[in-house]
């Protein structure tokens, strides 16, 4: 299967503009920490975590809905990368059990989804993932 490089080109430059707020925010927290401030050199160490989490979640994520082939192993359940995802933003996801008990390669495709329909709702809002069956 051949993909045109212009979208790998634009993936790859979605993955790295999610990424780099995280990882400028630890730069950012290393360099408070500089600071002799007690209180400063706390919210530098909150900062920090925070930014870190955020990006590991989100490589957490980008790995099992870029790169899981069938047969693969997954760490996290798909379900809980998207939760982890959108925590902290005002987008809720109900991703139900009849979802869950889909096969991994579907699940991997709710998870793109459930990406892309995220974005489609920068003030907020309830994704609900359903699967449908047809013939």
């Known amino acids: 299967m ?3 490089a212009r979208i790998v080109e634009l993936l790859t430059a979605r993955l790295c503009h999610d990424l780099i707020g995280p990882v400028s925010a630890v730069g950012n927290g290393v360099e408070l920490m500089q600071d002799e401030d007690p209180e400063f050199v706390r ?3 909150a900062l920090i975590g925070d930014s870190a989490r955020r990006a ?3 490589l957490q994520f980008y790995r099992f809905a ?3 082939r069938p047969g693969g192993i997954v760490a996290t359940a798909p379900h809980v990368l998207v ?3 959108l925590e902290g933003t005002p987008v809720d996801c109900d991703y139900p059990e009849p ?3 889909q096969p991994l390669e579907w699940q991997k495709l709710a998870c793109n989804l459930a990406g892309i329909a995220a974005e489609a709702l920068p003030r907020g809002g309830r994704l609900r993932l359903v ?3 047809r013939g």
């Open 66 to 68: 870029y790169g899981f």
């Open 99 to 101: 979802v869950r008990s």
């Open 56 to 58: 590991l979640r989100r």
């Open 43 to 45: 919210d530098a160490v």
């Open 2 to 4: 051949q993909i045109d």
């Open 83 to 85: 939760g982890e995802l």
């Open 131 to 133: 699967p449908q069956t």
